[in-house]
C-alpha cells in the first residue's frame, strides 16, 4: 500500500521538530557559509581542521566533544570544527597543511594563532580558559556503554534476556582508542533499547576472561543474542552506519546511528498484510478481518506483542470512529511530540505513529 503523504510529511515533521536538540553537536560545524558569523565576532574560538579518514582525528574526536560539552553554555567562547575532506577552500585560507589543526581565534579577529600543546580534554580546556578569559571546569560526560569486569561479566553478558555486543579492548591499544567515540554513539544510540546492551572489557586487566572467548588481537568485538551465550564474533565494519544495520538486523530493533525510531518501528509484517486486506474491506468482511487481526495480535510476544495491541484498537477505532479515525490520531501524536516529553515516551507516539500510517 502506498504511504499517504500526510504521513510523511508528519513523520519527518515530527523528528525534525522533536529531535532537533538531539541532532546539534556542542561542537559547531563550521563552514564557508557560516564561518565568519560565528567566528571573530563577539567571541573567540576554538576551532579544529580535521579530516574524517585522520586516525590522529578520531583519537582527539573524544577529548574535543567533551571539551565542546563544556565550553557549550560559555557565552564568550566557542568550540567548533571544519571538515576539510568538505571545506578545502576553508582549510586552504588558514593554511592547513596536516591533521588535525587546532587554531585559536581571539575575539573579533578572524587571525588565529595555532595550538601547540597537548591533545587532551584538560589541555584543552586550560588553554581556552586563559585565551577566553573563562573558567570553566571540563565536564564529566557519562557513558552509555556497559564496564565489564569479572564480578559482572556473566551476569551482563550471559543474561539471556539481553542481545549483548561485546568490545575486548586494551588500554594502550591505538585502533581501541579510534574506536572509542564510535562505540560510544553506538551505545547512546541503543540507551532507551532495555534488552540491547552496548558493553566493553579491559582485556588487558581481565586477561582470563579474554584467554576463555580466544582473543588473540584488539579490539575483537563478540556479539552474545539471547539464543547463543557461546557468542559469535562480530566481523562488520567499524562505523557507526555499520554497527547499526547489524543491531538492528540481529536485535530486531529500528534505530539510526542518532538512536531516532525508524519509520520501521512497531511495525510487524504479518499484522501489517492483515491490514491491507483491512483497509480495502467493508462492511462484515472487515469485520472478519479485524477477528484475525486479533488472532494474529494474540500469538506475539515481547515488544511486538506491545505493538500487536496498537494494531488491534486502531483497527477497532477504525470500525466504531469511521476511516478518518487513523488521520486525526496521527494528527494528535504529530501534537503531542511537539511538546517536551521524555524520550520514552516519544519512542511510544512514534511507534503508534507509524502503525497507524499503515491504516490511512
Known sequence: MAKSPICFAFGTLTLALLFISTLADDVVVLTEENFEKEVGQDRGALVEFYAPWCGHCKKLAPEYEKLGASFKKAKSV?????????????????????????????????EPKKYEGARTAEALTEYVNTEGGTNIKLAVIPSNVVILTAENFDAVVLDESKDVLVEFYAPWCGHCKNLAPIYEKVATAYKQEDDVVIANLDADKYKDLAEKYGISGFPTLKFFPKGNKAGEDYDGGRDLDDFVTFINEKCGTSRDGKGLLTSKAGIVASLDALVKEFVSAAGDERKVVLSKIEEEAEKLKGSSARYGKIYLKAAKSCVEKGVEYPKKEIERLHRMLEKSISPLKADEFIAKKNILSTFV
Not at 566557542?78 to 585559536?104: A, F, R
Open 78 to 110: 566557542l568550540i567548533g570544527k571544519v571538515d576539510c575532506d568538505d571545506q578545502k577552500n576553508l582549510c586552504s585560507k588558514y593554511g592547513v597543511s596536516g591533521y588535525p589543526t587546532i587554531k585559536w581565534f581571539p575575539k573579533g579577529s578572524l
